[in-house]
């Protein structure tokens, strides 16, 4: 650096720990119950049971989702496809009608950071107490807080990274392979991974997820309007802001119902000061509305400075909530739910995928008839076995007019029992008369090829029906194939 000259400017602000003030309020009450929902949701859905098996597993190994009764195969991906769609959908909906609702009281990272300030509130004492043990020096007082708090922590963490694995694996053989040390490398490594990510994100990072690394604080500004419910501060009965005694008219003393105590900023979880404006940072949390709101009773105020309200209301002009792009986005919703529990209601649970013999097209046998096999994978995504038939449909098995059929399976119609769950592999042979000794309409409809000596393959149709439901069917198609002469 030269001398005399003025010093570089960093653009890089070193990090100030946050430390959230306790709050109590309606907003606080209801963030609070959406997080004790949401965690135990998480925590108790992998040990319930059902139908003798885990009523919620993510089976990758075996590519299956059970949820409760219902088994969803990679054949029905689609619904994950829809669920993304609808979820996508209401975010885009609740923040064009409420702002960042998803954020305050159902993210994962505000639900989980919940917990670990919980936690070291117990540990370390208040707001207050937390600065003050931070500046102090060590001792061992100070030593034992903190080693408690990072064993609380990590424990929670540990079991957060289990409980998630849990969902992926049953829950209770990989509960009993921990303690006994048997786990996989891969569960113990994925248990490891999220305790870790959990440790690190709730504990540490808190409010630079939100401010720096989450996506959506960088767009959701382009969902919101004027007509928007958001979290903010009235300036034009809030300034000018000062200190005064409770029971004094601020008017007299040419202020506004702001007492500048500061304390929407200290619960602000990120941070932030709301008196000055919207901003990206804000989660909508609404622990400032709580602490203005027990000042505004304090002081004898009306409460209201800092709520949720629209722009437009602020500016005091009409606002409305239910608009076109509000509208737009209820209606998509609503066809796009409705649509899915239809289309789960008339979902079949069983499948029928075709594949022909790789090795051989067609054998010629003794009979004069021309053979194909096929390999038929039957999917029974119900929750009970079934004995499926297999056979052709009508038109495919249909007499040729010398009182033969033109194809037809060997053995006719053969049985196979698929238990619950499992994709059953069927090989099956499907047999019909030589082009030669066939009717000339057939030989022409086949459209032989003369390079190959292949007669066109022709389309078939298997179809399964099971035994004890004849609702129960599913249909594929595939090709026959036969040579020229």
């Known amino acids: 650096m030269t001398v005399g000259a003025p010093p570089e400017e960093s653009y890089y602000a070193a990090h100030q720990k946050v430390y959230p003030r306790e709050v109590r309020g309606v907003f606080t009450r209801l963030r609070i119950t959406a997080a004790w929902v949401l965690l135990g949701l998480f925590y108790g859905l992998p040990w319930l049971r059902w139908e003798g098996r885990q009523a919620i597993l993510f089976d990758l190994p075996a590519r299956q989702f059970h949820l409760f009764g219902l088994t969803l195969w990679p054949q029905d991906f689609v619904f994950l496809a829809w669920l993304l769609v609808i979820a996508a959908l209401s975010l885009f909906f609740f923040t064009a009608v409420a702002g960042r609702l998803w954020c305050g009281y159902a993210c994962p990272q505000t639900v989980w950071t919940e917990v670990f300030l919980w936690m070291e509130r117990v540990t370390e004492g208040d707001r207050s107490r937390r600065m003050k043990l931070d500046a102090a020096p060590w001792s061992i007082a100070k030593l034992g807080r903190k080693a408690l708090k990072q064993i609380l922590w990590i424990g929670f963490a540990l079991w957060t990274g289990f409980t998630f694995v849990g969902f992926f694996t049953p829950i209770t053989d990989l509960a009993s392979r921990l303690f006994a040390f048997s786990a996989s490398s891969w569960e113990t490594f994925w248990v490891l991974f999220y305790g870790f990510a959990t440790y690190g994100n709730a504990g540490f990072l808190r409010e630079q997820v939100c401010k720096y690394m989450c996506p959506y604080a960088r767009f959701q500004s382009a969902m919101f309007d004027r007509d928007t419910l958001i979290i903010t501060y009235d300036a034009a009965r809030g300034e000018p802001r000062g200190g005064r005694r409770k029971g004094v008219d601020p008017a007299s003393n040419g202020l506004g119902s702001c007492t500048d105590c500061t304390l929407c900023v200290q619960v602000c979880p990120t941070g932030i000061d709301i008196r000055q404006g919207l901003q990206y940072e804000c989660i909508a949390c609404a622990a400032c509305i709580d602490a203005c709101d027990s000042v505004m009773d304090h002081m004898g105020y009306p409460r209201g400075l800092i709520r949720y309200d629209t722009q437009h209301r602020l500016e005091h002009r009409s606002t409305r909530i239910l608009r076109p792009r509000v509208l737009v986005y ?64 009508p038109e495919e098995a249909a007499t040729d007019g010398e009182g033969s059929n033109r194809h037809r399976l060997d053995p006719e119609e053969p049985k196979f029992l698929v238990p619950a769950g499992e994709v059953f592999n069927a090989a099956v042979r499907v047999r019909r008369r030589a082009w030669n000794d066939a009717a000339d309409t057939d030989h022409e409809d086949s459209g032989a090829d003369a390079e190959t000596g292949l007669g066109a393959a022709d389309e078939i149709h298997f179809v399964i029906t099971a035994a004890d439901d004849p609702g129960l069917t599913a249909r594929a198609e595939s090709r026959f194939f036969a040579p020229r002469d």
């Open 330 to 393: 209820g209606m998509l919703l609503a066809v796009l739910i409705g649509g899915f529990v239809v289309a789960l209601a008339l979902r079949k649970p069983v499948g029928l995928d075709v594949l022909h013999d790789r090795n051989t097209l067609y054998r010629n046998l003794p009979s004069g008839e021309i053979e194909n096999v096929y390999l038929l994978k039957i999917m029974n995504k119900d929750s009970r076995p079934h004995e499926f038939r297999v056979s052709l449909e």
